[in-house]
């Protein structure tokens, strides 16, 4: 068995890892002999979530942020098209 920490979800995808849940901001995670121990020796921060991680760096077939990156682009899309009109045959 092993223990694979990756910033997008499809990195798992490619190595047929499981996705267990994110590591929390001021969460350090460790994994030694005795297993894996989550600790918090920071005060609880506020999730920040980077809109650019879900509009140019992390791929489509991710989920960043507990939030499918394909569905915020298309809603992303969405909120674009609605707010911008334009005359085009669509």
Known sequence: DGMIFAS???ALDLVG???IREVEPGEMVVVDENGVQSLSPFPRARRY???FEHIYF???SSV???RSVYMSRYRFGELLASESKVDADV
């Open 8 to 10: 997008e979800t499809c």
């Open 17 to 19: 890892g499981q996705f």
């Open 58 to 60: 992390a791929k489509p």
């Open 64 to 66: 960043v942020f507990g």
């Open 49 to 51: 979530a980077c809109i």
